[in-house]
Nanobody, 121 residues
Framework: QVQLVESGGGLVQPGGSLRLSCAASGSIFSINAMAWYRQTPGKQRALVAKITSSGSTNYADSVKGRFTISRDNAKNTGYLQMNSLKPEDTAVYYC???????????????WGQGTQVTVSS
């Protein structure tokens, strides 16, 4: 089995920063893309940022220049550094990993449990 565990959410004032982490554990050969999504009540989950196994990144327009996605392959962990936070960034943030698993290198997609980020004064 594979489990993704998120950490790092919380309450922050506008203009502040938070760093989210997502650690994968279990039976893993390799992790392809890592991504972060966010969701607010009544809306669909939306992609925030994505990083491929080669390190290529892409971001939602609303977070470009403020958020940075990164990964530590040795630790099977992904990160989302969020700076200059705005109230509209308030959401539940979910990590999403595309993982190749033994014994046949089959690909599976896993989600973290979600972590609340609240930006408010």
């Amino acid at each position: 089995q594979v489990q993704l565990v998120e950490s790092g959410g919380g309450l922050v004032q506008p203009g502040g920063s938070l760093r989210l982490s997502c650690a994968a554990s279990g039976s893993i050969f390799s992790i392809n893309a890592m991504a972060w999504y966010r969701q607010t009540p009544g809306k669909q989950r939306a992609l925030v940022a994505k990083i491929t196994s080669s390190g290529s990144t892409n971001y939602a327009d609303s977070v470009k220049g403020r958020f940075t996605i990164s990964r530590d392959n040795a630790k099977n962990t992904g990160y989302l550094q969020m700076n200059s936070l705005k109230p509209e960034d308030t959401a539940v943030y979910y990590c999403n990993f595309d993982i190749k698993r033994p014994p046949n290198w089959d690909r599976y997609v896993y989600w973290g449990q979600g972590t609340q980020v609240t930006v408010s004064s």
